[in-house]
């Protein structure tokens, strides 16, 4: 090496801390980085977090590692993970270890996080598919609404996981089951007909009320009408409960029921069309015979709801949720009776609407006030 080049080495290499020292202060000193931290510990990592937690625990990997740690082996044989996908079943997991939900250990896994722990409990399915409703459906009605509103299509039905749905739908079931409580007859037989009955949980729960009601459940979703059948049968019911696919607008029954339910639904159907879908209900009851139909409203201030409101708006059938108003004066449309709203707490957005069916003759024709005959919800009031 001549004199001029081994200069020019030393120069380099006493300069090379210098020219790092300012690449760094450099890129320190980009203002996006703040900003890009702050999304990090705010928004980035908390969407990772509930996106896996909502996956783990829609896939039943929470439950598996709830009774034991789990090998990538026995996790595989649950998912039905094809061998040649075991690697990638392994990235997945580490995430998991790495957001901080599981921890592995001598070649388990094994559940870590509290939050992750609460959602692999039995007890807390409903929460764990409110989590999952909220990614797999509320996510995109937040994030495609532009677009929507650009090419005008809509959601369907088909959008939505109807057995997610009838999972998650049961985190009110405190409430829903107060108002059947409060509603059903308990002495004598009652005849139920639930529409958009989901899992079937109410019709179970009135069925435990009253030994001798039997019912007819329906639901809009084949699959969920199976998943219904299925849990009748666990829980026993089968006897007493006949489950049917079938849509409340083109059912056609006759008017046998003590009792009509609808929960967590009337806003599958568009709002124009409510006061007729309700009188479809009343067709069903006997005369004095009763109406439940539970709902959120609007007006409150749970953001869930709102968003839940918004997916709706964007559908391209049902609308949004129920005012209390506008519901009460569409069961009178409809030709109710003794139409009146309750609510379980104060300040909540959930609401009870009872109505009573005193007419005698078909629908269509005015109601006929028999108001003297205590009514079966009269005797379960009493
Ligand atoms: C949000 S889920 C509620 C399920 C259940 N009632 C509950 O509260 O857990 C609404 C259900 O109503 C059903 N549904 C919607 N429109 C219907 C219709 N026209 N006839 C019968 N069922 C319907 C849907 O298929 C869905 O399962």
């Known amino acids: 090496m001549d004199l001029l080049s081994l200069a020019r080495a030393v120069k380099d290499r006493a300069q090379e801390p210098f020219t790092d020292l300012a690449a760094m202060a450099r890129i320190v000193a980009d203002p996006r980085l703040p900003l890009l931290l702050v999304l990090n510990r705010t928004l980035f990592t908390p969407l990772y977090r509930a996106s896996f937690l909502a996956a783990a625990a829609g896939s039943g990997v929470l439950r598996c590692m709830a009774s034991r740690p789990c090998d990538l082996e026995s996790l595989a044989e649950h998912l039905g993970t094809r061998p040649e996908d075991r690697q990638r079943l392994r990235a997945w997991l580490d995430i998991g270890v790495r957001l901080g939900e599981l921890d592995r250990r001598e070649g388990c896994y094994r559940l870590k996080s509290r939050t992750a722990k609460a959602l692999a409990q039995v007890a807390n399915d409903a929460v764990a598919a409110a989590l999952e409703e909220l990614l797999r459906f509320h996510v995109p009605a937040l994030r495609d609404a532009p677009r929507m509103l650009k090419d005008g299509s809509r959601f369907e039905l088909s959008d939505q996981d109807g057995l997610v749905i009838a999972r998650s739908s049961l985190v ?174 104060p300040g909540q957005a959930f609401r009870a609407f009872v109505g009573t069916n005193s007419a005698t003759g078909p629908v269509g024709s005015l109601p006929v006030r028999t108001a003297t005959t205590p009514t079966n919800a009269e005797e379960a009031a009493s």
Not at 207 to 220: I, Q, Y
Not at 275 to 292: H, I, K, M, Q, W
Request: hydrophobic content about 40%; aromatic content about 8%; some cysteine.
């Open 172 to 345: 009110v079931r405190g409430f829903v089951e107060d108002a059947v409580a409060r509603t059903l007859p308990r002495t004598t037989p009652v005849r139920l007909l639930e529409v958009g009955c989901g899992s079937g949980t109410y019709v179970r729960y009135a069925a435990g009320l009253n030994p001798r009601l039997t019912a007819l459940a329906v639901d809009l979703q084949a699959e969920v009408a199976e998943q219904t059948a299925k849990n009748m049968a666990q829980w026993g019911l089968a006897d007493r409960v006949e489950t049917r696919q079938g849509d409340l607008r083109t059912l056609d029954l006759q008017p046998q029921f003590d009792v009509v339910t609808l929960h967590n639904n009337i806003y599958y159907f568009p709002q124009e069309e409510r006061a007729e879908v309700l009188a479809r209900a009343r067709s069903f009851l006997a005369p004095g015979g009763t109406l439940l139909v539970t709902s959120s409203c609007r007006g409150s201030s749970t953001l869930g709801l709102e968003v839940l409101n918004l997916w709706f708006e964007y559908a391209g059938f049902g609308g949004p949720l129920p005012r209390e108003d506008e519901l009460l004066d569409q069961l009178r449309e409809a030709g109710f009776d003794g139409v009146r709203a309750t609510r379980a707490l």
